[in-house]
């Protein structure tokens, strides 16, 4: 018997296969752990086992680019997976996995060639497919529109959110999620922080930590001087250059002069900007052995900075933080309050605002959003920067919920007015909840609000 993820199975002659039929049939309890595919050999038991490839990655397989690669099998049937490469201009290692997975699925089949090539062959002309191209419809909790569904995250996977619903439409997802949602993870603040934890979201790169210090800035001695600062792959340090820079001045002497100024990384490129600069001018150019002497003169007043301190200048948006903060505690209002939510006019009211791209179409909302610090909301909790909190309250005119992302960004929003809507007696424990979640780990604690509360007072009492 061999198991093989994702089946198991076994694999014999005919003969053997009645035999093991005749067994199942006298001892059906024990069939339980028999295996209940039967194959005449491995090759089969291993093409069965790829018919489990969805359709959708099916489909992306068979993309344009390497449709024509089989093409190419097909017609040129090349000497070799390098020779593959060359005609479709693809680069080897990744045609190497593309070929792979083709012949996983039984469409081509790799050869051995001499001195160890490997020789690719078309075996398969046709691919059948069964797609089901509409998902079922259903409410968008923004748009309100009776549309198929993404998978939305509540706190952007960006920064490590692990709560989804699938009740927002594609639109407004691309919508929301390139305005509202980049806003916030984005933010310099969150940037940090994701840096620190190495959050990479959709991107698959985190943050650098020390990309707020990248670009052009100036030298604090001579602030008319720039520079380039870039990160060295090479060292893991940052390398500041001087950005070429070329004025007229006047000499003590009343001359006029041109300045030029260069980092010493460039300076094999004085000659060609002595040149330029009397090619510029509509000065003859310099010979041979006038070059040499007038870069000699160049190089020989060489000004060296050592460990220069540079003004960054920088530029933050915080446009759309509100918004995306707000968003969060409509969702969470949705998720928690259920769907008689989406027509409660304070619900109306927060998509209205969410949706706008106005930048100041939240500010007139029942909302505070501010630091995470000064959030009396939160005070029970610790700043932590490895964490996001959420919780519904209720009070006497309304819920509201507060939402805290790492120990930077708070929001406490007034998701409702009418708390009986939703607060039923027994329902009320269950729709008052209380979130964490763990970016890094992906955990996620969630509890009710009530059980949270519980768990503080009896901290605070061990405490004592």
């Known amino acids: 018997?061999?198991?093989?993820?994702?089946?198991?199975?076994?694999?014999?002659?005919?003969?053997?296969?009645?035999?093991?039929?005749?067994?199942?049939?006298?001892?059906?309890?024990?069939?339980?752990?028999?295996?209940?595919?039967?194959?005449?050999?491995?090759?089969?038991?291993?093409?069965?086992?790829?018919?489990?490839?969805?359709?959708?990655?099916?489909?992306?397989?068979?993309?344009?680019?390497?449709?024509?690669?089989?093409?190419?099998?097909?017609?040129?049937?090349?000497?070799?997976?390098?020779?593959?490469?060359?005609?479709?201009?693809?680069?080897?290692?990744?045609?190497?996995?593309?070929?792979?997975?083709?012949?996983?699925?039984?469409?081509?089949?790799?050869?051995?060639?001499?001195?160890?090539?490997?020789?690719?062959?078309?075996?398969?002309?046709?691919?059948?497919?069964?797609?089901?191209?509409?998902?079922?419809?259903?409410?968008?909790?923004?748009?309100?529109?009776?549309?198929?569904?993404?998978?939305?995250?509540?706190?952007?996977?960006?920064?490590?959110?692990?709560?989804?619903?699938?009740?927002?439409?594609?639109?407004?997802?691309?919508?929301?999620?390139?305005?509202?949602?980049?806003?916030?993870?984005?933010?310099?603040?969150?940037?940090?922080?994701?840096?620190?934890?190495?959050?990479?979201?959709?991107?698959?790169?985190?943050?650098?930590?020390?990309?707020?210090?990248?670009?052009?800035?100036?030298?604090?001695?001579?602030?008319?001087?720039?520079?380039?600062?870039?990160?060295?792959?090479?060292?893991?340090?940052?390398?500041?250059?001087a950005i070429y820079h070329a004025s007229d001045v006047v000499m003590p002497d009343g001359a006029k002069a041109r300045q030029i100024i260069v980092d010493e990384k460039d300076k094999d490129q004085i000659p060609k900007i002595i040149q330029k600069e009397r090619e510029r001018h509509g000065v003859p150019p310099l010979s041979a052995e006038q070059l040499a002497a007038e870069v000699r003169r160049w190089t020989e007043n060489v000004i060296t900075v050592e460990n220069p301190r540079v003004l960054i200048e920088r530029s933050y948006s915080f446009a759309y933080v509100r918004h995306a903060l707000i968003k969060i505690a409509y969702e969470l209002a949705f998720l928690w309050l259920g769907e008689s939510y989406l027509d409660d006019p304070s619900a109306a009211e927060l998509r209205a605002a969410i949706c706008d791209p106005d930048p100041a179409s939240t500010d007139g909302l029942p909302a505070y959003v501010g630091d995470a610090e000064g959030c009396d909301a939160f005070k029970f909790w610790s700043p932590n920067k490895t964490h996001h909190l959420a919780y519904a309250v209720a009070w006497k005119y309304g819920i509201s919920i507060a939402v805290r992302v790492f120990d930077v960004h708070a929001a406490v929003v007034c998701v409702t007015k009418d708390p009986a809507r939703y607060l039923t007696g027994r329902d009320t424990e269950a729709k008052l909840r209380f979130l964490a979640i763990e970016p890094v780990s992906g955990k996620m604690h969630d509890t009710s609000f009530m059980d949270e509360t519980l768990r503080i007072a009896a901290a605070m009492t061990a405490a004592q």
Not at 65 to 90: E, F, Q, W, Y
Not at 168 to 195: E, F, H, Q
Not at 216 to 229: D, F, M, N, T, Y
């Open 1 to 241: 018997m061999k198991k093989e993820s994702p089946m198991t199975y076994k694999v014999g002659s005919l003969h053997e296969f009645a035999e093991w039929t005749k067994r199942v049939v006298r001892d059906q309890a024990g069939a339980g752990e028999t295996p209940k595919r039967w194959f005449d050999s491995e090759a089969t038991a291993r093409a069965a086992a790829t018919e489990r490839i969805s359709a959708e990655a099916m489909v992306k397989l068979l993309s344009t680019g390497n449709l024509a690669v089989l093409d190419a099998i097909r017609r040129h049937k090349p000497a070799s997976v390098r020779a593959l490469a060359a005609l479709t201009g693809r680069k080897e290692a990744s045609l190497s996995r593309t070929l792979k997975r083709f012949e996983e699925l039984g469409i081509i089949a790799l050869q051995n060639g001499p001195h160890r090539t490997r020789i690719p062959a078309l075996i398969a002309q046709r691919v059948h497919l069964e797609i089901e191209l509409t998902a079922p419809l259903q409410r968008c909790i923004f748009c309100l529109q009776e549309r198929s569904g993404n998978k939305e995250h509540v706190f952007p996977l960006a920064i490590g959110g692990r709560l989804t619903t699938d009740r927002v439409c594609g639109s407004c997802n691309a919508m929301l999620g390139s305005r509202v949602d980049a806003a916030l993870s984005d933010n310099v603040l969150v940037r940090s922080r994701r840096a620190q934890l190495g959050l990479a979201g959709n991107s698959g790169t985190p943050p650098a930590a020390h990309e707020m210090l990248l670009g052009v800035a100036k030298l604090a001695e001579h602030p008319e001087r720039r520079v380039q600062i870039a990160f060295n792959k090479a060292t893991g340090k940052l390398d500041i250059k």
